[in-house]
């Protein structure tokens, strides 16, 4: 965390530096708040502070005292982010935490009968925790939940009518209520909330003169601050990073304020300016199989350098005023409720002791951002989803498909009829195009199918995503699982030609159905809302000309296995042979060349795809008047500045595509290594 000043008041600030809008919650009835916000928030994307939430009837401050937390979770074992030691985590009670920040800032102590109790169980304090020590994701006392239930309107609270996260089984949701118990010289990085959420934090307490400093930065800046955030030499090492790091030359700044110290190669320069390739780029049109992807969308969203998306950099005065981002100021007490919109940047610096609740909540809104721009880069940098947004989108469209079905006229309660019809068009949209359209396969062949307890379960062994239906096994490795997207871009395990792809127990169909079901039942009670028949193209499409997802994933498959090759690629026209990290240095990806159909003069009908006429190599196809053109970043995909969230080589197994050039890749592999593989216990248990 850089030392600098940090603002105590939101006053007299000058550009690029802006107060965040505040109102007063008292001035708001619940219905008027809540178009505030939409209109702030969704609309606009800028964030709000809703002062005087503490002026509420309903706020009960004996129940929010550090001493009443002791009460409450002082037993429990929590894990304390040591900032001196590069955020090295280290197990502690809570109790004994409270008991330092006491002693440490001489707080009182309160002398009510329920504090009087936490006597029973008497804690320590202790030196480690004197300074720049972060209580981080502490799960929120009963007590809490319930009291704040009592203050904040019911369509801000996690788990309320608004909130999506209800729709998933119990056993599915992500724990989602948090508490952050911080000090002077403690913060959290730049960092977005996961999956494009909406993110709340209400201060409840804080020490004489506390607060809590934030800067926020509407999404629309992020290539502005993707052009001065970079890892320094420093950070690559302190944070494990393997990647490659390049040849740099120092770069001195005056004054104190020294932020992140840039030392950048001059390709890194030279790439910040662009837009991202995107890695996983692949045709999806079935009429012209070299358009461009919808799980390509991420390329305007995304930047070429992915160290922002790591949670580990700070904004100093010095890049602020680098970049040509407005900055969204925040000194939040105790009483002010922030509200950070859907994709939003922000860090947050605590001044004194205080504690904050925070929660995050899923709308259909924010759905459509996760899967614009989200979980694409997710599946690149290797951040887990945890939301398990297309489980979201389908159960709960199940749930609204259930209440239409018993109601021949009421759209489900909580919701006005304008506002029903705006977001189950939305849910409608990513469940045909996102959830159901990358599963379809189209050439006849029996898929593996697991047992209905392992229904979204199953996790990407690479980049860490959920995985809704079809994935990839490795029959050789033991439970070693990997998603299609990861396939697509050419990772694998160390037996790329084993792998083997499988599927959930709920067949794609039931959701081909339930989209189907929905829009009958919608037009029922909205004359011609939703068009008809958007299904049938993608669900008619043929063998030789689909280029979805699962296609793709199964056409490489093919290749990999009849070849044994995972390296390289030979031109159908000329026979000449081109290793596949060849074409990464061309921008040419995978996906471009297994997404777009063989070439016409071969005569192939449309219910076959021979993998012998795959490739036509660029020089060819430009001679050639009956191949479809080859789908090509402008730039290299190796521009790529990839800094991983986690990173790949904490599973050994793992072989990277042709972006992870940290470890191991199946592009560079002379031959596959599964020749003297044995089945895994999921293939031997659950068979094809």
């Keep these: 965390m850089p030392k600098i000043n940090l603002f105590n008041n939101e006053n007299n600030l000058t550009l690029p530096y802006v107060a965040a809008k505040r109102i007063d919650f008292r001035d708001y009835t619940d219905e008027s708040l809540r178009q505030a916000i939409t209109d702030h928030c969704i609309d606009q994307g800028k964030p709000l502070v809703i002062s005087n939430m503490d002026k509420s009837p309903a706020w009960d401050e004996s129940i929010f005292t550090l001493d009443q937390l002791k009460v409450y979770r002082g037993d429990m074992e929590i894990d304390l982010k040591l900032v001196r030691e590069n955020n090295r985590i280290m197990k502690a009670r809570l109790g004994d935490f409270i008991e330092t920040l006491q002693k440490t800032y001489k707080l009182s102590r309160e002398s009510s009968s329920s504090s009087s109790s936490a006597a029973a169980a008497p804690y320590q304090a202790n030196r480690t925790f004197h300074e720049k020590v972060y209580a981080k994701d502490i799960l929120c006392p009963a007590e809490y939940r319930t009291a704040i239930g009592a203050i904040i309107p019911e369509h801000l609270l996690p788990h309320g009518s608004t909130d999506l996260f209800s729709s998933l089984p119990e056993r599915f949701q992500a724990e989602n209520l948090m508490c952050y118990l911080g000090q002077s010289k403690t913060g959290t990085p730049l960092h977005r909330d996961l999956c494009g959420t909406m993110g709340h934090n209400l201060m409840t307490m804080a020490s004489p003169g506390g607060y809590a400093e934030w800067f926020i930065i509407e999404n629309k800046y992020r290539h502005a601050l993707a052009e001065v955030l970079k890892p320094t030499v420093v950070e690559n090492k302190r944070t494990n990073r393997t990647d490659r790091i390049k040849t740099t030359s120092k770069r001195k700044r005056s004054g104190g304020d020294h932020g992140n110290n840039l030392r950048v190669s001059k390709r890194r320069k030279a790439s910040n300016v662009q837009q991202e390739p995107s890695p996983s780029a692949s045709p999806s049109s079935p009429s012209s199989p070299s358009s461009s992807s919808s799980s390509s969308s991420s390329s305007s969203s995304t930047t070429k350098s992915s160290f922002m998306e790591s949670d580990r950099a700070w904004l100093s005065h010095y890049l602020v005023k680098k970049s040509a981002a407005v900055i969204h100021v925040v000194v939040q007490r105790p009483g002010d409720l922030v509200i950070i919109p859907s994709r939003a940047y922000h860090q947050v610096r605590n001044h004194g002791v205080s504690v904050k609740v925070a929660w995050n909540r899923i709308t259909p809104q924010t759905l459509m951002y996760a899967f614009e721009d989200q979980l694409p880069l997710y599946h690149i940098i290797n951040r887990p989803e945890v939301y398990k947004c297309k489980a979201i989108v389908a159960l709960t469209l199940t749930e609204w498909r259930d209440h239409l079905s018993s109601s021949s006229s009421s759209v489900p309660p909580l919701f006005d009829a304008s506002t029903f019809l705006v977001n189950i068009k939305m849910l409608l949209q990513l469940l045909l195009h996102n959830v159901v359209e990358p599963e379809l396969l189209y050439d006849g062949r029996e898929v593996a199918t697991d047992p209905p307890e392992d229904h979204l379960t199953i996790k990407c062994d690479f980049c860490h995503g959920d ?184 599973d050994p197994r793992s072989q990277g595509g042709f972006i992870d050039y940290s470890i191991k890749r199946t592009c560079d592999d002379v031959a596959a290594a599964s020749s003297n593989a044995h089945p895994s216990k999921k293939q031997r248990t659950k068979g094809a």
Excluded at 467 to 496: K, N, S, T, V, W
Aim: hydrophobic content about 30%; aromatic content about 8%.
């Design 467 to 650: 995985i809704f239906h079809r994935y990839y096994h490795c029959e050789c490795c033991e439970g070693y699982d990997l998603c299609m997207d990861c396939y697509a871009l050419g990772r694998a395990c160390q037996h790329p030609d084993a792998m083997v792809l499988r599927q959930g127990a709920v067949d794609i169909q039931h959701y081909v159905e339930l989209y189907q079901d929905l829009v009958t039942l919608v037009n029922r009670i909205f004359p011609d809302s939703i068009q008809t028949g958007l299904e049938n193209d993608i669900l008619n499409r043929k063998a030789n000309t689909a280029n979805n997802l699962a296609t793709i994933c199964r056409r490489l498959e093919t290749y990999r296995k009849r070849t044994s090759s995972c390296h390289m690629l030979k031109c159908s026209h000329c026979s000449k042979s081109t290793r596949i990290a060849t074409l990464a240095k061309q921008g040419i990806s995978l996906g471009s060349v297994f997404g777009r159909g063989p070439c016409r003069s071969f005569g192939l009908n449309d219910e076959a795809f021979d993998v012998d006429h795959v490739f036509v190599c660029e020089r060819c196809t430009s001679r050639c008047e009956h191949c479809w053109p080859l789908s090509k970043q402008q730039a290299s995909l190796e521009d790529l500045d990839l800094v991983y969230y986690l990173h790949p080589a904490h």
